[in-house]
């Protein structure tokens, strides 16, 4: 099993520009998150899914917009980027249902606006 | 906002030391869990304390929980160059299945 992976790792975007990222999970998860973390900060949540066809704003959503049309995969969008969303992203998932199952993390996409 | 705060911000001692964190939160929980992130990855889920009990061990980890003080700490017990890592307190609640995440606490193990 893979786990949870992210694609890509590292990126370099311009002000304005979009891109993608793209997380998969292979463990039948039904709840998947998009966090960004910043330095000297906690994670933040930006948007999250309980399920296939579901999105709902986190913390942070300002910004992003998501899909989740499979339930294996949860794109995290950045329409026009802007300086201020330079950070490190990760996407988790878990069982969900409950805040008591652990998250599983993908190995995090290093994200630079200029 | 963040639930979850972290103190010591950075720690470094000596390889087959204790470490000890603390975490602080504000509002009432019913779970607290620690992760550990190894610089440049994923952060990786170690223990999780129900706001029923106390204290909780896995290994050289010990994890304690005081609701009263709406405080935990993670024990790591003979620290290994391995275990140099930041690691984060994250807490749950009744409302919801999200967790809320502190800022997390850098802790190097000189050999």
């Known amino acids: 099993n893979a786990g949870v992976t992210q694609t890509p790792k590292f990126r370099v975007l311009k002000t304005g520009q979009s891109m993608t990222l793209l997380c998969a999970q292979d463990?039948?998860?039904?709840?998947m998150y998009w966090y960004r973390q910043d330095p000297g900060m906690g994670l933040r949540l930006i948007h999250y899914?309980?399920?296939?066809?579901?999105?709902a704003k986190g913390e942070v959503p300002d910004g992003y917009n998501v899909s989740r049309l499979k339930k294996q995969n949860f794109l995290l969008g950045l329409e026009s980027a802007a300086p201020s969303q330079t950070s490190v992203y990760f996407c988790a998932s878990n069982v969900g249902d409950s805040s008591y199952n652990e998250q599983f993390f993908g190995p995090g996409t290093r994200l630079t606006v200029l | 906002s963040q639930q979850g705060e972290e103190d010591p911000q950075a720690l470094s001692i000596q390889e087959g030391e204790n470490a000890t964190m603390n975490c602080s939160y504000k509002?009432?929980?019913?779970?607290l869990q620690w992760y550990r992130q190894n610089s440049g990855r994923g952060l990786v889920h170690l223990i999780l304390i129900r706001s029923n009990e106390r204290e909780k061990h896995s290994g050289r980890l010990r994890v304690t929980l005081d609701t009263s003080k709406k405080s935990s700490s993670l024990l790591i017990t003979a620290s290994r160059a391995a275990d140099t890592a930041s690691y984060f307190c994250?807490?749950?609640?009744?409302?919801?299945?999200?967790?809320?995440w502190g800022a997390g606490t850098k802790l190097i193990i000189k050999p």
């Open positions: 899914s309980v399920g296939e066809g579901t999105t």
């Open positions: 463990m039948n998860h039904e709840y």
């Open positions: 994250a807490t749950g609640m009744d409302s919801n299945y999200q967790l809320i």
């Open positions: 509002t009432s929980i019913n779970n």
